[in-house]
């Protein structure tokens, strides 16, 4: 019986997904990330669109993979949010901390930073990223009045966060414990939600 790694076109060549991944880095790059599809990818790498779902799962995971990134905090955040939302913002804390202080996934992620310091495209598609995959999804799981600035506020605390900690390494900060991190950060990023992020029952 054939498993699903041998079923129709999903096997693919063994410089398939390199090829997959070429396409959509220059497309993320050139075109933003809004603008690219999985179907646009597919069509010019000369591969079922079935196939990138296979090896990547979906735009974010496609985004992380061309930009080397082990993991997509969006995905991580994404993922986090499905949970109590009474305790979103411990959650959020300790799992972005735990994606950025691990080598296999910190690593590409602060150069991606370092990247989009220098390089105007990366910084124009990772800001276009954050807003659609967190800012936007936070602001409707959250709803009411200026959702989408209260979700910018906690994202801008979690950016901020990320800056001080890994990329200029301020200290006392950057030796902080996760429970530090937690116990201070936890306060400011609820209060910037405003409130819990599965709105009220009416």
């Known amino acids: 019986m054939m ?20 396409v959509a880095r220059r497309r993320f790059l050139h075109g933003g990330y809004q603008a690219v ?18 090896y990547f799962g979906s735009k ?23 949970g109590d939302p009474a305790t979103f913002p411990q959650r959020a804390l300790r799992d972005l901390l735990a994606l950025w202080e691990d080598p296999e996934s910190g690593a ?20 276009e990223m954050l807003e659609q995959e967190m800012i936007d999804k936070i602001a409707a799981r959250i709803g009411g009045r200026d959702s989408r600035k209260r979700a910018g506020a906690f ?8 800056v001080t900690r890994y ?3 301020l200290e006392p900060f950057a030796s902080m414990t996760a ?24």
């Open 3 to 22: 498993n699903s790694r041998e079923r129709g076109r999903r096997a693919g060549k063994p410089d398939t997904r390199d090829q997959i991944l070429d």
């Open 37 to 54: 599809t999985l179907r646009a990818v597919a069509a010019e790498a000369g591969v079922d669109v079935a196939l990138i779902s296979y």
């Open 60 to 82: 974010k995971g496609l985004f992380g993979a061309a930009l080397a990134l082990a993991v997509n905090p969006a995905e991580t955040l994404a993922r986090t949010a499905e």
């Open 108 to 127: 590409p992620l602060r150069a991606l930073i370092v990247g989009a310091v220098h390089d105007q495209a990366i910084a124009a598609l990772v800001k």
């Open 155 to 162: 994202c801008a605390h979690i950016t901020g966060l990320v």
């Open 167 to 169: 990329i200029l390494r």
């Open 179 to 202: 429970d530090e991190i937690v116990q201070i950060y936890s306060p400011p990023l609820r209060l910037a939600l405003g409130r819990p992020l599965t709105p009220p029952h009416r």
